[in-house]
């Protein structure tokens, strides 16, 4: 059994009883200080669940029922984990408990603000907030990518 480095999977005629992933090499996150300070900053090997998923607090804690950021992998149970891709607000924005503008508003952020998106869909992203931890939804069109120095 060997892994297709093109696409990090197993494959081989074990493939079916072996993980589907391994992380592998040298991994970048910037974490907010209450994610660092309590879980594995970077997954390494397979990952395993040893007991009952944690319950969070949703308002700091970025895990909701399908997606988590990739810091809680082997303490969340979720199908999905993803990668922080920073943002910068540059507009004034409200920070939102669910997607759209019915969403009722946590606080409003001010411009120049940073925010790691976990997910993007239907003109929302979903992440959490660098410096307080905030986790909620963002209009897209608010955000710009920040890009590696």
């Not at 920073?86 to 606080?107: F, T």
């Not at 997910?119 to 929302?124: D, E, F």
């Not at 992440?127 to 990518?145: I, N």
Request: with cysteine; proline share 9%.
């Amino acid at each position: 059994m060997g892994r297709d480095p093109a696409r990090g999977l197993m494959n081989g005629s074990d493939a079916a009883n072996a993980p589907l992933f391994t992380f592998e090499g040298p991994a970048h996150l910037n974490l907010p200080s209450h994610l660092a300070a309590s879980a594995s900053p970077i997954p390494t090997g397979l990952l395993t669940l040893s007991g009952p998923a944690e319950k969070l607090d949703a308002a700091h804690w970025p895990v909701r029922g399908d997606l988590a950021h990739i810091a809680l992998a082997g303490r969340c149970f979720v199908p999905h984990y993803a990668v922080p891709m920073p943002h910068v607000l540059s507009a004034d924005a409200a920070l939102r408990k669910s997607s759209g503008e019915a969403g009722e508003a946590m606080v409003t952020l001010a411009a120049g603000t940073a925010f790691d998106v976990l997910n993007i869909a239907g003109g929302w992203c979903w992440g959490q907030v660098q410096g307080s931890g905030l986790v909620g939804y963002l209009p897209h069109a608010a955000l710009t990518p920040l890009t590696p120095a």
